[in-house]
């Protein structure tokens, strides 16, 4: 076969640097984002951010995000480095995003990190051994108890038995099984007569009795009796809310009953978990909606938008090496304007994105979630000009404060069930007309699914019983059975 060269002209799609980190900046939450420009600060010397004293190039957001809007998309081919860089003669020229804030006190406590406040809690090994270093036990009776609190879960619970502890106790304390085994019997008393009540329990159970057994002497009485009863031999029937067979079982009226199980709700069945630390997340909106003259407007949040601007001192550094030929900063220089270009698009697009649908969710915004009409990604994305791909990426992880809390952005779309009119309603008004009608039902007879169902048929809502099982399952709603009070 011949070897021959052929020129073929073809046309083909290709992302240039610049779109592809526009559409990760876009689908970033304002977390990743802050630490992508992170990343970019500590690599390229031409991109800053302003300091809250100094005055900002532009007074807003708004500013930059209308310098995006005009200028000129790029050009489809373009090379990496892209156009050759252009400098102005004013250092206000420079590119910056991102309005002025207030510089922060420093003896302003509200600036301490709470998770730092957290790791300075006392733990709970700390908080058991500084009661047991002040105890009148022996140093050896002292290791026994360490030894115990050493296998205590986050909760509190001893989950390992004793005979297993047995085998696994240190050198020093040897001996035959059998002492060991009251010897740890007798440690464990001692562990759990320790602060906080049921410490060293073994199970549920045990750590309630324990607890109902701390109480003071002015509460003993027979609800303590009572609670005492139900928790030792009829837990079960108490959380499966049979309170028939309770009361058939021990002879009480509903008032004792009553009195006995509010008293055993104000137990706490982990003892050990408030002096465990919390994996605290904090949300950051990346729009706020506000209702100025009977009209809801979006508005985005100065304090999630990163103050990018350009270096002046590395960006003069350049001007008088452009005569000397190419330099790296010039690279250097085109990477920093299209992050804080990109950065303005990504706002811009969320600006817009939330601004249609809250156009879309007035009655939301006006009434509560039961007003909630249904909504789909095609529908903003005709709105907006933009693909339902791109909207996508716009509201996963980003967030809209609101009089009534803040939602995620995909908050506001859902599937929708049919009504007998022939119209449509969203999921998310099913949901809060269910917890509306679980929150306003009679103890004593709790509403069932297939109730629900009809009560939503008579307003016009056509769904089936297992449909409201699944909401009401979303909604961490019990069952019937387990909704039931005396």
């Known amino acids: 076969m011949k070897q021959t060269l052929q020129l073929r002209l073809s046309q083909h799609l290709a992302l240039t640097p610049q779109l592809q980190q526009s559409i990760r900046l876009l689908q970033l939450s304002s977390l990743e984002l802050n630490q992508e420009i992170e990343q970019a600060l500590q690599e390229n010397p031409l991109l800053e951010l302003e300091e809250p004293d100094e005055p900002a190039v532009f007074t807003g957001a708004d500013d930059a995000l209308r310098q995006t809007r005009s200028e000129e998309a790029p050009p489809a081919a373009q090379d990496e480095r892209g156009p050759e860089p252009e400098w102005s003669q004013d250092d206000a020229d420079w590119p910056t995003l991102g309005g002025s804030r207030s510089p922060k006190d420093s003896n302003d406590e509200s600036d301490v990190d709470a998770g730092e406040l957290q790791a300075a809690a006392t733990s709970l090994r700390d908080h058991l051994i500084q009661q047991l270093a002040l105890s009148q036990l022996s140093g050896r009776d002292r290791l026994r108890v360490a030894f115990l609190i050493e ?24 001996g035959e099984p059998d002492e060991l085994l009251e010897d740890l019997t007798i440690a464990l008393m001692h562990l759990q007569s320790l602060d906080p009540p049921g410490i060293g329990a073994r199970n549920p159970r045990e750590c309630l009795l324990l607890q109902l057994a701390n109480l003071p ?7 303590n009796a009572l609670a005492t009863t139900i928790v030792r031999d009829h837990l079960e029937q108490l959380a499966g809310r049979d309170y028939a067979r309770i009361k058939k079982a021990l002879g009480c009226t509903d008032d004792a009953l009553r009195d006995a199980q509010t008293l055993i709700r104000s137990l706490n069945p982990r003892p050990g978990a408030q002096f465990g630390t919390l994996d605290t997340r904090y949300i950051v909106p990346d729009a706020i909606v506000r209702k100025v003259r009977g009209i809801w407007q979006v508005h985005l949040n100065q304090e999630a938008i990163p103050r990018l601007r350009i270096n002046r001192l590395y960006a003069n550094l350049l001007r008088q090496q452009r005569s000397n030929g190419g330099s790296n900063l010039a690279g250097q220089l085109q990477e920093a304007k299209w992050l804080i270009k990109n950065v303005a698009q990504r706002c811009d697009t ?3 994105v939330s601004q249609a649908i809250v156009d879309r969710q007035r009655a939301f915004f006006d009434h509560g979630a ?22 996508s990426r716009v509201t996963s992880q980003k967030y809209l404060a609101s009089p009534s809390g803040i939602h995620e952005l995909k908050y506001f779309f859902g599937s929708h069930v049919a009504t007998d009119t022939g119209g449509a309603a969203s999921s998310t008004a099913i949901r809060a007309l269910i917890k509306q009608l679980v929150g306003a039902e009679i103890g004593q007879k709790p509403l069932p699914d297939a109730r629900i169902a009809e009560i939503l048929g008579t307003q016009g809502i056509v769904v089936a019983r297992r449909t409201v099982a699944k909401y009401r399952e979303s909604l961490s709603i019990p069952p019937v059975n387990l909704r039931k009070t005396l």
């Open 217 to 223: 002497p002015s509460s003993q009485g027979p609800s």
């Open 370 to 391: 039961v007003a909630m009409r249904p909504l789909t990604l095609r529908e903003i994305a005709a709105t907006v000009s933009l693909h339902e791909s791109t909207i």
């Open 151 to 174: 296998a205590l879960d986050d909760d509190g619970y001893l989950v390992s038995a004793l005979e297993d502890l047995v085998d696994v106790l240190p050198d020093e304390f040897a």
């Open 350 to 352: 969320i600006l817009r």
